[in-house]
């Protein structure tokens, strides 16, 4: 588990400053072991922003996102957080209020789309590591 709030406040004053904003985060990401060598991590995180600036239409500019992923990872080095190598097949679901596709340039997919999907493989090797 872990997760983030800050805020900044613009030093000019303005009330309705675009700087002036909240923002934070929270995720959750356990993992399960099948024996060894096998494991699944399941994740979940929401993403925030709120400023102070106001657009045209007289609402505050607010944005957030939820995300969740399914991620199947092999350890051939045995089980632990921090074995490598760590190969990961990763799912990730995002899902973006009207507020954060209004972030992204009009042209941008993100602008367009609610939901997106991911789809990846990576892999995690450190070079020079013998502990587990």
């Known amino acids: 588990v ?12 303005n009330p309705s400053s675009r700087n002036t904003f909240n923002e934070g985060s929270i995720v959750v990401r ?5 024996g060894e060598h096998v494991g699944l991590a399941l994740e979940g995180s929401y993403q925030a922003l709120a400023t102070a600036a106001v657009r045209d239409d007289g609402s505050k500019e607010r ?26 097949l990763i799912y990730l679901l995002t899902s973006r209020d009207a507020g954060a596709r209004l972030r992204y ?6 602008a367009k789309r609610s939901n997106e999907h991911y789809l990846g493989l990576t892999v995690e090797w450190w070079f020079n590591s013998s502990y587990r």
């Open 2 to 13: 872990g997760g983030y709030f800050r805020g900044f406040k613009d030093a000019s004053g």
């Open 30 to 34: 356990p993992q399960y072991w099948f």
């Open 63 to 88: 944005a957030s996102m939820w995300r969740f992923g399914v991620v199947p990872f092999l350890t051939p080095a045995g089980r632990g957080s921090f074995t490598r190598p760590h190969f990961q």
């Open 105 to 110: 340039a009009p042209d941008d997919k993100f």
